[in-house]
């Protein structure tokens, strides 16, 4: 037959088959596959397209010399030699204060020639249209109108920024070296440079960022680069428009392969589906195959025939899928609004071509060891129905999964560590939930004989096929299982960890507390009825060697240790071990120590673990761009919850003598003492007061809206489930539609057969909710023992989870098998 006519007899045989219910299903499965992988892939496209366009607006330059001290005057000239244009920012937390109330705001103190990327944007009043360019003036500062709403003021109004008092005259709307709003949890300010002296805000050790911006050509920032390496300080480095992308993509990139995650197992959901659904659609076609044959059709041509019959299915569910999963993604980034760069550019079709291509690779992978048969059916079948094609060989079949598999984890370019520790985990737990499941419908033979006849036949159905039976419970119970952690863990977790914390745990931190007001603060506390825990002195410093060796040859990469040693720490000294604080190893100092001896130094047990460290370990540090030299005498395990200030490294008092220090403290005071917390801020402009309630609450309001987009991408996952219910019922329903006939010639009620699926479907589906029910009880006792170390208690409101999985399961399968209810008796027995 040639090419052309056997298109066109594929593209009408497929036409007539729509009406196959094993056909709908495949479509369904393979739309499912095709939609979460196409909108994850756009999620991830989009946000790193919106990256890569505004890489240099990320810095507000093209190369930024950043630290915690200002730059010295030799970095400057070399820039200058070399025509570069510069900008100077200084960035700081500071309180912000008005006559009606208090504020916490980030600040940032930038000169006229910022910024040398990207420009500031700004209204004259909240929610007017923005103006680009410019920057406030001496004597001026632009706010977010979050601030107006917090502090219930007007543009023209004046606030206090420490010492000095300034006029709101624009609304900030836009700053491109802002890492967006993602970890924005203060509202914005910005002031002039010529403005900071006045404020008395910037203190010997306290916590400042400068920033001098570079930009011109990239020969003259390479050779600026090279030039000023050398003359780095510990606290200083420099950062190009790849290391700012690296930063702002860290957090959503990690997002993206959890996603990627949830895609894989859609995918593999939706795979498992094609390969029941193609197995019937193969079976169904046994007799059709041996008919083409015997009117001349060949062997390779029949096979030929059904695979462009498959292509063209699955090519028209893949472009319906990719279409739904773009929709799917516009509702993503709507949910996740709040997180991402307000400016993501629309994708291009790579991410709907590379979803069609999953798709595609799912069902060859899937579906084609099953088609493969009918190119071996026999033509003699047409005569003898006993008559079946030799089976394709498990090598193949599984093989061709497998290569599938892989070939859509290296699509969704996975943590393959991760991936595979989570698909060797859920196959364990699979076997072995599988098997109890599998025993347990076994041991209810016993169970039938004194059953009333719907029991009996409702559950001889699962016991005729345990296997599937098993399996199509562990799918459900894992979508369940997903859900049901998710909405647990949102719902209580955040509610357990502050129903821990005491009654007067503290609720504000004050930091920045100068040495001369040190008293003063605690005297005003306690006149406020504040009870507050002590002052620690803090003075920042960065940990550069261990036993005469650079710390960045020891550390491990992404490890808590290189985060801690890329960072200035909060260093203090205290002479009794603070509370929330026990010794793991070593012991605690007695006195100060003498001139002769190296000073002790206690490490967080964690970090030090993570540092290698162990006692009697030699630690210097650079501090204020002096040295100093430190021993480990113990080990530390830190309670960080209680709201006390805490630290990674605790010095003998007298080690770090003659630096610039500031002071830290917490206290909690009762709701309702709003006036004296602006009075204490206006006392003390320099103290930056931390309120920890609004923190909770912004916690709590992130937290809800990334657990809301799991929930959504968690639908594909259902979906897909739904996709592996349906075609483990069109796997059976040719058996089901001869049982059901066989029965209704017996004498049976529509009634009992309907009793019978609802017994059947809501079993399967309340075994799936209960093993949903059990997982989020272990994996819950698992992370608040382990990991949050909470007490953890039984949830009752889980044993709803059976209930819930018996509804959707019977409703479901009570559709998908309404046609063996339906299919009249005296035709099905003519045909069999």
Known sequence: MPAARLLGLAWRQLLRDLRASEVRVLFFSLLVAVAASTAIGYFGARLNAAMQLRASEFLGADLVLQGSAPAAAPQIAIGEALGLHHAQVVEFTSVVGADNGIQLAGVKAADNAYPLRGQVRSAAEPYAEEKPGGGPAAGEVWVEPRLLAALGMNIGDSIDVGMKALR???VLTYEPDRANNFY?????????????????????????????????????????????????????????????NQQIGGALGKAERYLNLASLVAVLLAGVAVALSASRYAARRLDASALLRCLGLSRRQALLLYSLQLAMLG??????????????????????????????????????????ATGLVALAGFALPPIAALGKVPPLRVLRRDLLPVPPSSWLVYGAALFALGLIMWRLSLDLLLTFALLAGGLAAALVLGGLLWLGLRSLRRLLSGAPLAWRLGLGQLLRHPTAAAGQALAFGLILLAMGLVALLRAELLDTWQAQLPEDAPNHFALNILPDDQDRFAQQLKQINAAAAPLYPVTPGRLIE?????????????????????????????????????????HWWQGSPSDDDVPGVSVEAQLAESLQLKLGDRLTFDIGGQQRQAKVTSLRSVHWDSFQPNFYMIFQPGTLQGLPTTYLTSFYLASGHDQ??????????????LQVDALLAQLRSILAQVTLAVEYVLLFVLAAGMAVLFAGLQATLDERIRQGALLRALGAQRQLLTKTRRIEFGLLGALSGLLAALGCELITFVLYHYAFALPWSLHPWLLLMPVAGALLVGCAGVLGTRRALNASPLAVLREG
Do not use: C
């Open 315 to 356: 090519l028209a569910a893949a472009i319906v899928g990719a279409a739904v999963g773009w929709l799917a993604q516009l509702g993503l980034f709507k949910l996740l609004h709040g997180l991402l760069p307000s400016d993501v550019p629309p994708g291009s079709l790579w991410p709907a071509l590379a979803g069609v």
């Open 546 to 586: 261990i036993n005469q060796q650079p710390v960045q040859q020891i550390v491990t990469k992404d490890s808590a240790g290189e985060r801690a040693v890329q960072r200035d720490l909060s260093l203090t000294w205290a002479a009794q071990l603070p509370d929330g604080n026990q010794l793991t190893g070593g």
């Open 168 to 170: 709101m005259s624009r």
């Open 184 to 244: 924005s949890l203060t509202p914005r300010v910005m002031m002039n440079l010529a403005d900071l002296p006045a404020t008395g805000v910037v203190q010997p050790g306290s916590r400042v960022t400068y920033r001098d911006l570079w930009s011109g050509p990239a020969e003259a920032l390479a050779q600026y680069r090279a030039s000023v390496e050398n003359t780095l300080s510990a606290s200083q480095r420099l950062r190009d428009t790849r290391d700012g």
């Open 676 to 689: 004296e917390i602006v009075a204490l801020s206006r006392a003390f402009p320099a103290v930056t007061i």
